[in-house]
């Protein structure tokens, strides 16, 4: 009994990875345009995790203009998607706005383990080599050792930290932060949040709640409000977004761990349904692994 | 889904009535919202491919389920064929030696830290000597996370921030816990990608040297397309005995454990369910596959089937009633049937056109309770032939069901006038069903 299912099991196998093509590099797109082609394409994007309504659209629109303009070969197919995905992209990319309000507040927010504490961690960095003083603010008062987490960071960037103990009230903690930033003329204050799920409501309100405390000491701020998502993590993170957005008021996004093989291939519904503007991208756990979103090197990555 | 589904197929209800079979038509409409729902439950596209392409295989001229539609039908086989493809729930290794270590690998983030105070929890409340041990020297504050779990429950924590060597770690630690007789040592490690082959290549290596009982993949419920990829490389190169799937709190499917189990077939071990120590349970393959097929509501379907089957049992007796043959078995089965049902007052109020009668109507469920109680009581032959129960035989029934020999003479005569009931019926030709049960 057992033997037979290992059996069919290993038979599944064999059949997936005969079926197996991987992105578009080891798909022959130099070959005539017709329904498997097409069938290939959409595949690709499927699993480069664009999802199936987006997918559709796309496919959609491909073989409405190969036909409009009497395309012949997939290379011309390739350059027209290419096209596509990064015009889907538009409007969606967007440097960091800064106030100069000393301090300048970043919101930092997103689901559990997406690398909401590294990438403050590696933006600190980035602030510090401009020169800027950075408070970082251990507003992640739940998770165990998350406190001495972001002290690692704050050691390796020479940024200054304000922190409670464990199980303080996190807007407490943003307020101390703020506020010692504010009168000693800090550039920038880093706020790193527990990670949360975006079902949990009471969650959702305490994010809100460190939003209006922000907020009592200058109603332009936070000037950023980062979601932070992980890039490896498929059609769910159209609804982290989308919830976020709606509860935080999401000012962009940044994706992490694309130095993987996942794709992030979500951004484009994400962007498609909710225009929020990509900021960074996440490539590593070091310091520096972390670069502006650039829509381009974004879809030749995810169509490679 | 579900919804969809059904919606979709109460146009077609119709025509299908008399159909006994799914045809290929059906199937494929089916098929296609069906594979709409797993690639938005991130289940690997190729696994989707050939799942589809199988299960059509499987779904065309079936027969279909008595007491569902045709779109019900298919949406419950395909329901059991997900449920095949999870497996059964699998239970943690034994160690043949103690300790028992049991490796936890994955991704960056995947909640491997917080899995091994869960689990060290689990084995301490079965009354295992439980211990945990870092071997994560690259996250910050990884050591110090992983003890202060250990520390809120109660548990052995190993670690050494001075010491820079993963595998050295490890031995050492299996060394420490051997000496503290420890039965279980849940050894963490660092997150790692499945492409970095340095460090997968000292997870290898810590295999070797401490010899676990289990090493389980820690992966991220929300995963996407990639999942597979990465659970592939893990396996080929560290070889998993199991995978715990975690952040099922959220609204994640969770197609991973679809395409993983399907590809890898290595069992599912334990789901997490929060970022709370006590957040976890062993995995269960039918809350997730309702999940990833996104069925709210498989139980009614289960429910349905129930009922028809039990339809099948009213028409056999509405046969022996027609024929006289009501015996007190009879009875006491219809009883059951109706009581299974739920409550009866929120029967009744189901029916259309009574709910709103039976407002002040309460039903008295104990009645039933001891209409049964008194029909148990008796043997086969007195509920068959009632007309040999006398005075002491109405005792002995009295006796052993609790009751008094009123309650005994009551039962009976409602019995003579229910068959005199059916006997006019049966000359009279109306009413199919002797739904006049005694109240
Ligand atoms: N490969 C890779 N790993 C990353 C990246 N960003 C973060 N990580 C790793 O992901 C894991 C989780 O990162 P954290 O920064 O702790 O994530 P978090 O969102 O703060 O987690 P919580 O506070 O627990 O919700 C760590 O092991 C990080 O080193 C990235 O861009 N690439
Ligand atoms: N909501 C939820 N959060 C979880 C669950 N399991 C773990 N987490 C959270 O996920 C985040 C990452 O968990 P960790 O245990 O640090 O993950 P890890 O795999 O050890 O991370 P690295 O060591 O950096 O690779 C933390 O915020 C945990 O609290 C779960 O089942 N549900
Ligand atoms: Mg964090
Ligand atoms: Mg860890």
Redo the contacts between chains.
């Keep these: 009994m057992l033997k037979a299912i290992y059996e069919h099991l290993k038979k599944g196998l064999q059949k997936t990875k005969e079926q197996a093509k991987i992105g578009l590099s080891e798909l022959n797109i130099s070959r005539k345009i017709d329904d498997s082609l097409f069938e290939d394409l959409e595949i690709a994007l499927l699993k480069a995790d664009v999802g199936i309504n987006a997918t559709e659209e796309i496919i959609e629109f491909l073989k409405k203009e190969a036909k409009k303009k009497g395309l012949k070969n997939g290379e011309e197919l390739k350059g027209l998607l290419k096209e596509k995905l990064i015009s889907m992209l538009k409007g969606c990319s967007g440097e960091l706005r800064l106030l100069n309000e000393k301090p300048d507040v970043i919101l930092f927010l997103g689901i559990n383990g997406s690398g909401k504490t590294t990438t403050v961690g590696k933006l600190a960095y980035r602030f510090k080599k401009e020169g800027k003083s950075v408070v970082l603010a251990a507003a992640d008062t739940f998770r165990a050792a998350a406190i001495e987490q972001l002290e690692v960071w704050a050691e390796r960037t020479e940024a200054r930290i304000v922190k409670h103990k464990p199980g303080a009230d996190p807007a407490a903690v943003v307020f101390d932060a703020v506020n010692s930033a504010k009168s000693r003329g800090d550039d920038i204050v880093l706020v790193d949040t527990a990670g949360r799920l975006h079902t949990k409501e009471h969650l959702m309100k305490e994010l809100q709640k460190i939003k209006r405390t922000i907020k009592k000491f200058s109603e332009n701020q936070p000037c950023e409000t980062l979601l932070v998502l992980d890039g490896t993590i498929g059609q769910n993170s159209i609804n982290q977004a989308k919830v976020f957005k709606e509860s935080t008021d999401v000012s962009g996004i940044i994706i992490t761990k694309l130095d993987g093989t996942a794709k992030g291939g979500a951004l484009i519904p994400i962007c498609r349904e909710l225009k929020i503007p990509i900021k960074f991208v996440g490539v590593g756990e070091g310091i520096e692994d972390l670069q502006p979103f650039d829509p381009e090197a974004f879809v030749s990555a995810l169509l490679d | 889904m579900f919804e969809l589904l059904t919606e979709k197929f109460s146009g077609l209800v119709e025509k299908l009535k008399r159909a006994k079979r799914l045809d290929e038509r059906t199937v494929e409409e089916a098929l296609k919202d069906i594979r ?1 729902a797993l ?4 289940v ?4 989707v ?2 799942f589809i392409k199988d299960l059509k295989g499987k779904l065309v001229d079936r027969e279909l389920i008595k007491g569902l539609t045709a779109g019900e039908t298919v949406v419950k086989l395909i329901y059991d064929e997900v449920l095949e493809v999870l497996g059964e729930h699998s239970p943690l290794q034994k160690p043949e030696k103690t300790p028992g270590v049991i490796m936890l690998v994955g ?5 491997k ?2 899995t091994a ?1 869960k689990l060290a929890r689990l084995l301490k409340s079965k009354g295992y000597t439980v211990a945990v041990a870092s071997t994560d020297v ?5 050591m ?3 003890c ?2 250990a520390q ?1 429950i109660d548990v052995k924590c190993y670690a050494d921030e001075d010491e820079k060597d993963a595998v050295k770690l490890a031995e050492k630690f299996v060394k420490q816990a051997e000496n503290d007789g420890i039965s279980y040592l849940i050894l963490d490690t660092a997150g790692r ?3 970095d082959e340095e460090l997968m290549d000292e997870l290898v290596l810590i295999k070797s040297r401490v010899h676990p009982v289990e090493v389980l993949y820690v992966a ?1 419920a ?6 597979i ?2 659970a592939e490389v893990y396996h080929q190169k560290v070889g998993l005995t199991g995978v715990i799937l975690t ?1 099922l ?5 969770g ?1 991973i454990a679809l395409s993983v189990r ?4 290595v069992p599912i071990k334990f789901i997490g369910t929060g ?1 709370k120590i006590e957040d976890f349970q062993p995995f269960y393959p039918d809350r997730i596959a309702q999940r990833i097929l996104g069925l709210g509501d498989i139980q009614s379907l289960i429910e349905k089937m129930q009922a028809a089957i039990d339809e099948d049992k009213a028409e056999e007796m509405a046969k022996r009633v027609m024929n006289a043959e009501f015996t007190l078995e009879d009875l006491k089965e219809q009883i059951n049937m109706i009581r299974n049902l739920g409550p009866l007052e929120n029967i009744l109020k189901m029916i259309p056109g009574v709910g709103s009668k039976l407002k002040h109507l309460k039903v008295d469920e104990k009645k039933f309770i001891k209409i049964e109680a008194i029909i148990n009581s008796m043997t086969p032959e007195e509920r068959r032939n009632p007309q040999i129960i006398n005075g002491s035989r109405k005792r002995r029934i009295a006796r052993g069901s609790g009751t008094t020999i009123v309650d005994v003479n009551q039962v009976l005569k409602q019995y003579k006038e229910m068959k005199k009931l059916m006997k006019k019926m049966k000359k009279s030709g109306k009413m199919k069903l002797p739904f006049n049960l005694p109240m």
């Design positions: 709409r690639l938005e439950a991130d690997n596209v190729e696994v491919q050939q991704l960056q983030g995947t909640g830290t917080t105070g690259r996250r910050p504050a990884a110090k996370q992983l202060t779990l809120s990608l499945h492409i991220d929300m995963q996407g397309q990639d999942a990829n990465t952040k709190d959220g609204d994640a499917k197609g399907r590809v890898l077939g970022e």
